[in-house]
Structure formats: C-alpha cells, structure tokens
C-alpha cells in the first residue's frame, strides 16, 4: 500500500478525530485526562495552523485518512516542541506511513525547536519501541502543561546537534560525566544495591618505612559486584604470600559490604593459575591479546 503523507486540510478534520478516537478506545484512552477530552479533536486544520505548529495526514490508495501526526510548542518550555497526536489505524502500522510522519514532523521540529516531547500510555509498546529507534529517550518526569495526566509515560528527543556536532578528546570531567551518565542510565534499568554505583576497595602492602611492596585496585560496583583491575607484588615480595594475603583482604572487604561476586581478568603470562588457587573460575577467553597471547577471564563467588 502506498501512502500519500501531507498537510492537514478542512476535509481531513472528522477522518482525523475518527481515528485517533479509534486508537483511543483500542488502548483504553477513552478517558478523562488523555487527548480523549480535547476540545481541538475535530479542529486540527484550523488548530495547526498557527506559526510552529503542523500537522500531517497519511492518505491510503482510496483517499481514506489512516493516520496522523502534529508538532506544537510546549505550554511553560521554551525551545521544546511537542509531538502530538500521532496515531495510524491497525491497517497502516508496520506499513512504514509511521516512520514517514515522523521524519516529517521531525524535519519541521528540527528547524524551528531544540527537543522533542511527547506523551504516550504505558501499554503502547510497540509505539515505544518505534519512538526509541527514532532517537527518543524516556525521562522521568512530564515536561511542560499539556493537561494529560492520564498519559504516563514520557519521551524527549535532542533536535539540534547535527550540524556543529564533532569528536574530541575526553578531560578528567569528560569522563566523570560520562560515568554519571551510565550510572544514570544503569540505575534507571536495574536500581542499584549499593549506596554509591562505585565504591572503592583498593588496598595496598607496605614496608615498616611504609615503601608500597604490593597493590591492588579494585571496585565494588552497582550492585555488589567485586571487580579487581589491578594486582602487582613488588618483585622481591613474589612467592611468599603476599599477593595471596592482599587479594583476601580485597575479598573480605567486599563480602563485609554485601559483594556475592568477583571478577578479573589475567594475560597467560601473568597469573590465572594464582587466582585458580584463590577459587576463581574461567568464563571467558579473548584470543591473541597480545598478539600471540590470550587475555583470561575468571569469576569467583564470594
Ligand atoms: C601474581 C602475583 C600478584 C602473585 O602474588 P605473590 O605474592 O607472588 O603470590 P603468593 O605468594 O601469594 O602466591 C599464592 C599461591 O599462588 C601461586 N602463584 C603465585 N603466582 C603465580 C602465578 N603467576 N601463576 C601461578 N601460580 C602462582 C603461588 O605459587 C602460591 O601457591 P601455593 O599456595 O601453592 O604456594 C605476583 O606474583 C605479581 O605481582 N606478579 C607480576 C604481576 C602480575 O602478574 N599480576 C597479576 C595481574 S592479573
């Protein structure tokens, strides 16, 4: 089926209300709260009209209107767009009348706003999973007044940022905010069982003249997962247990602030038969790191 996706005409008015009222109903938004009590339904020709605002209509092979999308200001949100009212009829979904609306709306909302909202109900998946593969991120909390409490799920998508966007080099504060931003994101999927989503478990061995002989960095991270990154004797210390004794006090330390799992990893010229001592365990082998070489990968239950 081919589609025609244009304007909004005065004769599109009824077709419009008549299918997002359809889609409404099929996913019980027939009610207060939601674009149900709109005053505007029937209006869309009039109502779009006004600077920033636009709305398309998807047209079948009969002439028949199937589905629909808009984009208006955000009432309180300067530079952010709405998009709204975008609903097709079953026939028209997986057809790619959706995508065609979006990227018309997108193109509109792109020269004119910074971000993109929008509203939609929890039990629409499949419109989450659509909006998500055209670059919309989930946020917490509704943005602006819209008037739809009844809508419970919120999307927001960057508009700007194509033309001047570049690659550089991170500082120290890049990378903390990158960190805060997977924590974030980590957080928002599975909550962390910690207090902190890294909380450090490094500890080192010292001679009485407090000259460092041994270290091991180690992390606790999101949820009580042990990882060691780095274990190092000093040469003449090797072979008398002290790397044994540091990598149990890590483990303690851990165990004591609720860790259940540990890993590392090891190249074949460093230690994997140590840490099978200790009870780890291989899961996972990289090959020809270094070149000619293998790179371990072991868990331990604490
Ligand atoms: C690997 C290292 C941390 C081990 O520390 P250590 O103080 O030398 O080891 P320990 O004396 O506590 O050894 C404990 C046991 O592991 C064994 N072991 C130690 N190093 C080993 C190795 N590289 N491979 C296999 N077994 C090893 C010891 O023989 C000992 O066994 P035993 O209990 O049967 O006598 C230390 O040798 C080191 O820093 N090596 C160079 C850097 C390195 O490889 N770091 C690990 C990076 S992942």
Redesign the pocket.
Known sequence: MNYIIREIEPRDNAAVEAVIRACLVEFGGDRPGTAWMDPDLGRFSEVYRSEGRKYWVAENESGRVVGGAGVGELPGVPGVCELQKMYCLPEARGTGAARRLMAEALAFARERYEKCYLETFGNMKAAHRFYEKHGFHRIAEPLGRTGHFGCDVMYLKELKGGAGRRIEPCSEDDIKAVADGINAYNASQVPFTQPRPWVDMSRKVVDENGKII?GCSAVMYGWRVLY?E??????P???????????RAVEDEARRQGAYLAH????D??????????GYALFGTLEDVPPGHRRYYLQKRL
Do not use: H, I, P, S
């Open positions: 041994a060691v780095l274990l190092w004797v000093d040469e210390w090797r072979r008398q247990g002290v790397g044994l004794e540091l990598l590392l990893d090891t190249f010229f460093q230690a994997r038969g140590f840490y099978e001592k200790q």
